[in-house]
Structures are given as structure tokens and as C-alpha cells.
């Protein structure tokens, strides 16, 4: 049974940090690629962050300098630092894992950020 399974959201204050958890389970986790994605509402769920196999990253723009996506293969888990929040960061946000063939969703975080 494959499962990825989000934690680590919640209120915080602009300026404050989260950090998210995705935790994997039921596949060969270090073969794949991993990301964050987050929708917020009335928008279309957007790529965060990524993080290949090899350990290579990428970020939208909007969260460059904030936010470091990284991984430990030896727990089968990828992360989501996420420092100088704003509130336009609040969403839900989702585990992704990738290969060339396949893809698998969590089932979301809500991170809110407000005073």
C-alpha cells in the first residue's frame, strides 16, 4: 500500500517558520523524484518545490531564499523548511513522488499564515 503522509503544518505568524514532513511508505522511495506542490483556495494547485533522485533541487520563485526542500532516504522522508512566511503561503500543501512512469499524492497539510 503506498502512502505518503503529510505533517508539521498549522497557524503561524508572518515572518515565522514551518517545517513539513512527508513520510513514504509502500514504494522504493529513493528512486523518486520529490515535491511539494499547495493550493490555496480559488487557485491552481502550483509546484514548490522539487527534489530529484540525485538530490537536486528547484523552487518557484515565489519561495526562492525562503523555503529548502531536502531529503533522507534512509527514513524515507522529504522536508519542507519554511522560514519568513507570508500569507500568501497559506495553503494546502501536498507530497509528490514521481518516476518516469507513476505518480503518487498525499493527502495534504494546511499551513496558514496570519496575525
Known amino acids: 500500500q503506498v502512502q505518503l503522509v503529510e505533517s508539521g503544518g498549522g497557524l503561524v505568524q508572518p515572518g515565522g517558520s514551518l517545517r513539513l514532513s512527508c513520510a513514504a511508505s509502500?514504494?522504493?522511495?529513493?528512486?523518486?523524484?520529490m515535491a511539494w506542490y499547495r493550493q490555496a483556495p480559488g487557485k491552481q494547485r502550483e509546484l514548490v518545490a522539487g527534489?530529484?533522485?540525485?538530490?537536486?533541487?528547484n523552487y518557484a520563485d515565489s519561495v526562492k531564499g525562503r523555503f529548502t526542500i531536502s531529503r533522507d532516504n534512509a527514513k524515507n522522508t522529504v522536508y519542507l523548511q519554511m522560514n519568513s512566511l507570508k500569507p500568501d503561503d497559506t495553503a494546502i500543501y501536498y507530497c509528490?513522488?514521481?518516476?518516469?512512469?507513476?505518480?503518487?499524492w498525499g493527502q495534504g497539510t494546511q499551513v496558514t499564515v496570519s496575525s
Open positions: 509528490h513522488a514521481r518516476r518516469i512512469v507513476g505518480a503518487y
Open positions: 509502500g514504494f522504493t522511495f529513493r528512486f523518486y523524484a
Open positions: 527534489i530529484s533522485s540525485e538530490g537536486s533541487t
